[in-house]
C-alpha cells in the first residue's frame, strides 16, 4: 500500500518567519494530497488539498507544491503567526480513494 | 466541524470488556471512516463504511467490529479491549469517492 513519510516531526519557528514541511510518497498512482491542521483536543481540519494535475496551489499564507516526479509535495506557510502553532499531518490518496498520512509535524511559532 | 458528533469524548476500560464508540453525523454523507491516532504513527485507518450495511476493513482493523444501520450513524465495537487499544479515536465522512475527508473531535480511550 501507499507509506508516506513527513518530515520534519518537530519545527519551531520565529513569528513572521516562514515554515516548510515535506512528504514523500510511495506510490506513483496517488492523485490527491490533501493536509490537516489539528489543534489540541481537536479533529483534524483540512487546510488545503492539491490534485495531481496541478503543481502548485495557494491560499493566502499557506501554498502546498507537488513534484509528481519526485514523489514529494510540500507545505508551506509564510508569515507565521502564533495561531499556526498546531500539529499538520499531510496524507496521499491512491485512486481507490485509500488516504494514508504522515505522521505529522508539531510546528511551534515563537512570540 | 462538519456536523459530526463522536461519543463518548472521553472513556476509561478495563481489559477484556466490550467497548462501543459512536459517530454520529448531520451531513448525509455516503462515506464514514474510523481511525486511530497514536504518536509516532499519524491516522491509521480501522474500518470504513461505503454505504448503510457496507462495510470493509483498514489497515488496523483486528480487534474492532463496525456497524452502520443508518446513514447517519456509524459504530466502533472493541470486542474485548485490551491495553494496545488505548488510543484516540477519530470518526470522518466524506461526499462522495473524490471528496474532501472531514473529521470529528474524537474520542480518547483508556484502557488499563
Not at chain 1, 519526485?70 to 491512491?94: G, M, N, R, W
Not at chain 2, 491516522?43 to 444501520?69: A, M, N, Q, W
Amino acid at each position: 500500500g501507499e507509506n508516506v513519510e513527513q518530515h520534519p516531526s518537530t519545527l519551531s519557528v520565529q513569528e513572521g518567519d516562514s515554515a516548510v514541511i515535506k512528504c514523500t510518497y510511495s506510490d506513483s498512482a496517488s492523485n490527491y494530497f490533501p493536509w490537516y491542521k489539528q489543534e489540541l483536543g481537536k479533529g483534524p481540519q483540512l487546510i488545503i488539498d492539491i490534485r495531481s494535475n496541478v503543481g502548485e496551489k495557494k491560499d493566502q499564507r499557506i501554498a502546498v507544491t507537488l513534484n509528481k516526479t519526485a514523489k514529494h509535495f510540500s507545505l508551506h506557510i509564510t508569515e507565521t503567526q502564533p495561531e499556526d502553532s498546531a500539529v499538520y499531518f499531510c496524507a496521499a490518496s491512491t485512486p481507490d480513494y485509500k488516504l494514508s498520512f504522515g505522521a505529522g509535524t508539531t510546528v511551534t511559532v515563537r512570540a | 466541524d462538519a456536523g459530526i458528533t463522536q461519543s463518548p469524548r472521553h472513556k476509561v476500560t478495563e481489559t477484556g470488556t466490550p467497548v462501543t464508540l459512536r459517530c454520529h453525523q448531520t451531513e448525509n454523507h455516503r462515506y464514514m471512516y474510523w481511525y486511530r491516532q497514536d504518536p509516532g504513527h499519524g491516522l491509521r485507518l480501522i474500518h470504513y463504511s461505503y454505504g448503510v450495511k457496507d462495510t470493509d476493513k483498514g489497515e488496523v482493523s483486528d480487534g474492532y467490529s463496525v456497524s452502520r444501520s443508518k446513514t447517519e450513524d456509524f459504530l466502533l465495537t472493541l470486542e474485548s479491549a485490551t491495553s494496545s487499544q488505548t488510543s484516540v479515536y477519530f470518526c470522518a465522512i466524506k461526499e462522495a469517492g473524490n471528496s474532501p475527508l472531514h473529521f470529528g473531535n474524537g474520542t480518547r480511550l483508556t484502557v488499563t
